[in-house]
């Protein structure tokens, strides 16, 4: 596993050396900009406007407009040279409970390795973590970007969990529904749905899947063998749950529990609403028992599990390569002849555009 940064952890007296590398990498079918006319490849050109010209990556430096006359120039020199210690340490601040951490503040996660002569402090740190059952709040400089992070044990190596800081996480001021008034007997309906929709997340992991990804192939391989494009398939009209909040709740939790759609069962209504206390206004003020199920968690639905396939696998990239660069031999009766690059022309290689 390729590193990303190399350094060392400090707590205490103690220094470890390690490195981290990225514990994430996304699977996903890559796309680039292209003229949609003619299928002709867009490329990003930096340009200055001062000089009206394009110019080379050697020449570009970061600025702060001060004001409307003055620019800051800032090279990477002068980034580079900024006193800022964590850029090789990864400090550990303090030991807290995780628990006291809103997952709200998490964000990119890093694999942590030991080098060779910090194997052993390394162990000590992780052991002495689990052990304590905490979590070492840390900071660390990545590219230009200080941040602090949390560094916890992951099975058997160092994770260091980034975070954003405090002031960067925005207040949820009214977004909260003010005197919402749930009834004793939705609140049950409701907890009854949870028990029964409830599972083990490592079990839940392993059958979630892509579905973006998985159209998103499926319609480049359609247009490059010519196919009819997959669309959606139209879905019902959503209901109005104010108004029959009980009754959805009920058809919810029987659907859940048989492994029907949610709005199949219709009969069950009538019931629902002599669950919440009768129909009309007199039952705004029953307290009623718990809905039926709430005290007993059901089954796991296992058709439903079924129907959930793996995670898709990412699309090969001379799939989605071949959007742009198909031969004219390729299949597709609403192929567009593309206009041929200098290069493709000179190697007599002419492209077509599959739309």
């Known amino acids: 596993m390729r590193s990303s940064w190399k350094g060392a952890i400090s707590f205490g007296l103690v220094t470890v050396p390690v490195s981290i590398a990225p514990a994430v990498e996304e699977h996903n079918v890559s796309l680039h900009q292209v003229h949609a006319p003619d299928g002709g ?17 050697r020449e570009i430096a970061r600025g702060f407009d001060a004001d409307d006359e003055h620019t800051v120039v800032l090279t990477d020199e002068d980034l580079s040279a900024l006193p800022v210690p964590t850029k090789k340490t990864i400090d550990v601040l303090a030991f807290v409970d995780e ?3 809103d997952p709200v503040y998490f964000a990119k996660p890093y694999y942590v390795a030991p080098e060779k002569a910090g194997a052993k402090p390394y162990a000590l740190l992780r052991d002495a973590m689990r052990e304590s059952g905490q979590v070492a709040v840390t900071k ?5 970007r200080e941040s602090p992070a949390v560094l916890r044990v992951h099975d058997d190596v160092l994770v260091l969990q980034l975070m954003v800081w405090p002031d960067e996480v925005r207040t949820a001021e009214g977004i909260a529904p003010q005197e919402a008034g749930v009834r004793p007997q939705e609140l049950a309906m409701a907890q009854s749905l949870i028990q029964t929709l409830s599972t083990d997340f490592p079990e839940l992991a392993g059958q979630l899947r892509d579905d973006y990804q998985v159209a998103l192939h499926d319609l480049v391989e359609a247009k490059l063998e010519g196919a009819p494009v997959p669309h959606e398939a139209p879905r019902a009209a959503a209901g109005d749950n104010v108004i029959d909040l009980m009754a959805v709740l009920e058809r919810s939790v029987k659907a859940a529990r048989g492994g029907r759609p949610a709005g199949a069962d219709e009969s069950a209504e009538p019931a629902a609403r002599a669950a919440a206390g009768g129909e009309g206004e007199g039952s705004q003020g029953e ?8 005290a007993k968690k059901a089954p796991a639905n ?9 995670r898709t696998a990412p699309a090969k990239k001379s799939a989605a390569k071949k959007t742009s660069t198909t031969q004219t031999g390729a299949a597709g009766t609403n192929a567009v002849q593309k206009a041929p690059a200098k290069k493709a022309a000179a190697k007599g290689a002419a492209r077509r555009r599959v739309s």
């Open 41 to 57: 490849r867009v490329r990003m050109k930096r340009w200055c406007e001062l000089e009206d010209r394009e110019v080379p990556y």
């Open 99 to 101: 628990r006291q951490i």
């Open 140 to 144: 660390i400089t990545l590219s230009t």
């Open 287 to 294: 307290s009623g028992g718990a809905a039926p199920g709430a």
């Open 302 to 310: 296992k058709g439903a599990a079924k129907k959930t396939a793996a």
